[in-house]
């Protein structure tokens, strides 16, 4: 990984509401083909990064690039170049799991016969080609994960943002879900950014880890690395070392999720 180049570059990124600092200062890089863990309490600003680097925010500050674009000024280049699993579901219910592929293609422009190859390529990676004329709305969460990830990397994008992707779903359909995002990031060379809450996740994926709190960058490395620097025996009490044990507010409201996924699409 050390020979690959970097394809987020993340320098010194501020984000203010007012008076809030919502992120503050931060800085860092991910390299091409990596699994980058992005942790952090809920409201220590890993959402408000996300949607800075997804072109769905304008930072106060700082500079950012997406495989050589910046995000405020080349959104086109920016949203060829990621595919994004938001925490909350964006399918439309009353569409088949073809026809939510095939919205998504169109409205990134890809040409209908590849648009339709990569369709069924990806429904069948995801276990899901079966069941291609259901819809939705008879499908379970894992399903409909699945199927976000396959829309997710419909247009062959670079980079694959997973926010909080297995919340909610049992540990089977977590785990196989998981596998096919490592399949994936292997086969395709794809840097997956993921958030999550499930220590687990991370330390299985991950291969660098940061821990964003109150804006900051309060910690990066490997897990093997966080867990040496704070002296414990498993991510969880690192993570819990860095960021301390109290209960924090949501970041972001319920329904924002589906709203940011169709603004991306339709920009």
């Known amino acids: 990984m050390t020979d690959q180049p970097v394809i987020i570059d993340v320098k010194n990124l501020v984000k ?22 992005f942790l952090g309490p809920n409201g220590a600003g890993k959402t408000t990064t996300i949607k800075m680097l997804t072109t769905l925010l304008k930072p106060t500050s700082g500079d950012i690039r997406l495989n050589g674009h ?14 994004i699993v938001f925490q909350d579901p964006s399918l439309d219910d009353e569409l088949t799991a073809w ?24 429904l069948k990676i995801v276990e899901l080609y079966d069941r291609k004329d259901d819809l939705v709305k008879k499908f379970s969460g894992g399903m409909r994960r ?17 926010d909080e992707p297995t919340l909610g779903l049992d540990p089977q359909t977590r785990n ?19 958030t999550t809450h499930y220590m ?20 990066s490395g490997s897990s093997a690395e ?15 070392a860095f960021t301390g044990h109290a209960i924090r507010e949501e970041e972001m409201t319920k329904g924002d999720n589906f709203r940011a996924h169709m603004r991306i699409m339709r920009k």
């Open 70 to 83: 910046d995000p405020m000024h080349d959104q086109a280049a920016v949203r060829r170049t990621f595919g």
């Open 176 to 194: 196989h879900l998981w596998s096919y995002v490592k399949n994936l990031n292997e086969k395709e060379n794809i840097t997956v950014f993921l």
């Open 200 to 219: 687990e996740e991370a330390d299985r994926m991950a291969s660098r880890i940061a821990v964003i709190d109150h804006g900051k960058i309060v910690a």
């Open 146 to 162: 699945r199927l976000e990830i396959a829309r997710g990397l419909l247009h062959h994008p670079k980079i694959l943002f997973l």
């Open 226 to 240: 966080l867990k040496q620097k704070t002296n414990t025996d498993n991510l969880e009490d690192a993570f819990l």
């Open 16 to 37: 203010k509401f007012g008076d809030f600092v919502a992120v503050d200062g931060i800085s860092f890089e991910v390299k091409a083909g990596e699994i980058f863990a």
């Open 99 to 122: 026809e939510n592929l095939e919205l998504h293609g169109v409205l990134y422009s890809v040409e209908k016969k590849l648009r339709r190859a990569r369709m069924e390529e990806l």
